[in-house]
């Protein structure tokens, strides 16, 4: 079973940035989608910015414009940009990745945007 590894979580003011990874092992990670989730205190999961495999991306209207998704292919790594951060942007971060029948979670990143 494929286990992501999501890092660069942490505590920070409104108005700082954060980036987050997230390591792939073992797959071909090229060919993948990758999805950032996040599932805030008390609340559902949503989706906030995915990448395809021909890097075309998108994201939530909350985000676009302080977000910014990226991928190397070379290291079986995604990266979530995170700037201008609301306190309304704390969550657990999660990165999911998949391909037709084939799809893999991690277990997540704490962010929390504090004053």
């Known amino acids: 079973q494929v286990q992501l590894v999501e890092s660069g979580g942490g505590l920070v003011q409104p108005g700082e940035s954060l980036r987050l990874s997230c390591v792939a092992p073992?797959?071909?990670?090229?060919?993948?989608?990758v999805n950032w989730y996040r599932r805030p205190p008390g609340r559902e999961r949503e989706i906030v910015a995915t990448?395809?495999?021909?890097?075309?991306?998108t994201y939530i209207d909350s985000v676009k414009g302080r977000f910014t998704i990226s991928r190397d292919n070379t290291k079986n790594t995604a990266y979530l940009q995170m700037d201008s951060l609301k306190p309304e942007d704390t969550a657990v971060y999660l990165c999911?990745?998949?391909?037709?029948?084939?799809?893999?979670w991690g277990r997540g990143t704490q962010v929390s945007v504090s004053s």
């Open positions: 073992g797959i071909a990670f090229k060919i993948y989608t």
């Open positions: 990448i395809g495999s021909d890097n075309m991306t």
């Open positions: 999911n990745v998949n391909y037709m029948r084939l799809n893999y």
